[in-house]
């Protein structure tokens, strides 16, 4: 459980197998480390110079012998407080890369073009990254969307992470879903999400998958097949706009 976990956070099975002798065993010169460890002497002093760039352990130095000691186990939480600054400088870097790139993609998109423009997304990391670009919206997104459904497909994602960003972005929603347990409790916070829930009956109503209507996209999502599917069209969105606003008048009397 313990080289598993190490494992999980990044070290190497050789690295975790090192850093657990070295707790094990206390201050020892690399021969014995080694030897514990079964992994030969050449390999455990990189090892142990990785582990020291970390963090991790130091040493000491008795007449013409190093001996190598793990530090406070303690110090894990550190070195992962280290890499999460160093992930999130890295992403931010990233970023304004790409933001100042962008304008050099879209001069090469054709401005001409009237063809529908379609973008496949698969598995639950697609999943997000089909949500993401709702969160570019510039009006409210029109949704018929299964609140039970959504956060089985995605779970953790609404509505600690989407939600979230949507309300920084002030970006507003209306849904009209199928009356469910989690759907009412989603309910409750509509006005601190910036959201507007119509619920409809469950029993002649209830579906799985998602549309999403914004700007000139649509959105389909399927939670149980972990895919999904946005159209950039004008003409496509426009029709989807028009049959919504339907839908929300009759899902009023539905409602009641």
């Given amino acids: 459980m313990i080289l598993e976990t190490l494992r999980k956070i990044g070290f190497t099975e050789k690295e975790a197998k090192v850093y657990i002798q070295l707790i094990r065993l206390g201050p020892q010169p690399v021969s014995t480390i080694a030897a514990k460890a079964e992994i030969n002497r050449t390999t455990t002093y990189d090892i142990i110079s990785t582990l020291t760039k970390k963090g991790l352990i130091s040493s000491i130095k008795k007449g013409s012998i190093t001996y190598f000691k793990a530090l406070d186990p303690k110090e894990l939480l550190n070195y992962l407080e280290r890499e999460k600054s160093e992930e999130i400088r890295k992403i931010e870097k990233q970023q304004k890369e790409i933001t100042a790139l962008l304008p050099a993609l879209i001069s090469l998109e054709n401005p001409e073009s009237t063809k529908p423009k379609v973008t ?81 009956p469950a029993k002649e109503y209830d579906f799985s998958p998602e549309i999403n209507i914004y700007d000139d996209k649509v959105l389909y999502a399927s939670w149980r097949e972990k895919m999904a599917i946005i159209i950039k069209s004008k003409e496509i969105a426009d029709f989807h706009k028009k049959m919504y606003k339907l839908a929300w008048e009759s899902a009023k009397h539905k409602a009641k």
Avoid at 137 to 160: C, Q, R, W
Avoid at 177 to 187: F, G, L, M, T, V
């Fill in 120 to 200: 496949f997304y698969e598995s639950e990391k697609g999943l997000r990254q089909a949500y993401e670009d709702t969160l570019t919206s510039s009006e409210t997104i029109l949704a018929y969307a299964n609140v039970e459904e959504m956060h089985k497909g995605l779970p953790n994602f609404f509505p600690d992470y989407y939600q979230r960003r949507g309300v920084e972005k002030k970006i507003h929603i209306k849904a009209i879903c199928p009356d469910n347990k989690i759907s009412r409790e989603r309910h409750k916070y509509d006005k601190k999400e910036n959201r507007e829930i119509m619920l409809i």
